[in-house]
């Protein structure tokens, strides 16, 4: 963190209405997010795919760590939908110790990383690099250690941020990848594909807009019917287990709360078993070929006893009583809801935070000593946890 960023943070105590810079980040996302179709993001995405094509890219591999990581699961199911190119979603420091036997010279790999300056992303840029791979940079800073080794950059809007969750870094990077995957897709067989993805993806800004202002009215009341729960599980399905893992790491990051997510299935197998009545499950039933059984494990969940809080289209005829109930606009494809979904799970994750649990949602557990020590352990060499 810079600076001006460090002075900036010290002034925010003054703040009123919301204490947290956070929350304009999660409120600055769709704005972002049109951001990303206009220059100089577009070029960029225009440059990327060119290569791909010249390339004869037959490969994509899309690394990353934390949101990062969690950003290139949902991004997988769009590059394959609108580019019939095999993609394969990977942790960064993973993919460097155990490369793919298949990996060749028709093989591009994407670095996701808001900052450029994640631990291991240079080195795994030049075993890819030596391994004759096509690298990208994702991020938001051009001045990074990341965007400096890398053969070319995606650089997105807003630039560096003061609060450390991910918020709109996690959805733009989402965004900027999609926009990639029907460029690309353009110019491939899936041409009729991209073009429909494209028409529906360029009105996702002002659909999340609308989203975004009505949550922040209603984030308060869910938080409510919730406060009472000391543990979560997020349930996702398809593109949006990318959408339960980032909610769970936002609730556990900015309200100390403890937050885990799950694939359907994993849970049902397992985790289920746990549920008390003060635990709270969060199941994101998106369109799609899950719907149905996460309809019916919410149900299951509310018979158990838990709290449930459910996200979904709206218009559906629930046959059962949840705890709270987070509509989105329905009609949308499944492939580009976690660009929706995500943003009412941060908001209600900001209104946890603000309940007084001893977690600073921007800073999360940094400004603690013993926090910055074992830091200073696992990140060995990184000047910020420097004790």
Request: glycine share 6%; aromatic share 10%.
């Amino acid at each position: 963190m810079n600076k001006e960023a460090i002075e900036t943070l010290k002034n925010s105590k003054e703040r009123d209405h919301h204490p947290f810079w956070i929350w304009e980040s999660i409120m600055s996302t769709p704005k972002m997010l049109g951001e990303c179709l206009a220059e100089p993001v577009y070029s960029q995405i225009k440059i990327v795919a060119d290569k791909c094509v010249q390339k004869q890219v037959d490969k994509i591999f899309l690394l990353g760590t934390g949101s990062s990581f969690f950003a290139t699961v949902a991004e997988k199911f769009a590059f394959e939908a609108y580019t019939g190119i095999q993609t394969t979603s990977c942790l960064t420091t993973e993919f460097r110790e155990y490369p793919p036997i298949s990996f060749d010279d028709h093989s591009a790999v994407f670095f996701h990383s808001h900052s450029g300056s994640t631990k291991g992303d240079p080195e795994t840029v030049q075993k890819v690099r030596d391994l004759g791979g096509y690298t990208v940079g994702i991020t938001d800073i051009r001045e990074s250690a990341l965007a400096k080794c890398v053969d070319d950059l995606i650089i997105g809007p807003g630039g560096p941020k003061i609060e450390l969750p991910a918020t709109r870094t996690y959805s733009t990077t989402v965004f900027r990848m999609m926009l990639l995957a029907i460029e690309l897709g353009k110019k491939t067989n899936f041409q009729e594909a991209a073009l429909e993805g494209e028409k529906q993806l360029k009105m996702i800004p002002d659909i999340l807009e609308n989203i975004a202002q009505k949550y922040a009215v209603e984030a308060p009341d869910i938080v409510d019917s919730l406060k009472s729960c000391r543990s979560f599980f997020v349930i996702g399905s398809g593109p949006n287990f990318a959408t339960a893992d980032e909610g769970a790491l936002g609730f556990s990051q900015s309200s100390g709360v403890t937050c885990q997510a799950f694939q359907l299935e994993n849970f049902l197998h397992g985790p289920i078993q746990t549920l008390r009545p003060d635990m709270g499950v969060i199941l994101i039933a998106a369109p799609g070929p899950f719907q149905e059984r996460i309809l019916n494990t919410a149900k299951a969940c509310k018979i158990i006893g838990a709290k449930v809080a459910l996200l979904l289209p709206e218009g559906l005829n629930l046959k059962f009583d949840c705890d709270m109930l987070m509509e989105l606009p329905a009609d949308i494809p499944e492939l580009l809801t976690p660009l929706l979904y995500v943003t009412p799970l941060w908001q209600t994750a900001y209104y946890f935070s603000i309940l007084g649990k001893g977690t600073h949602t921007d800073r999360l557990a940094m400004d603690k000593p013993e926090f910055k020590k074992a830091f200073s352990v696992i990140m060995e060499g990184d000047k910020r946890f420097v004790t």
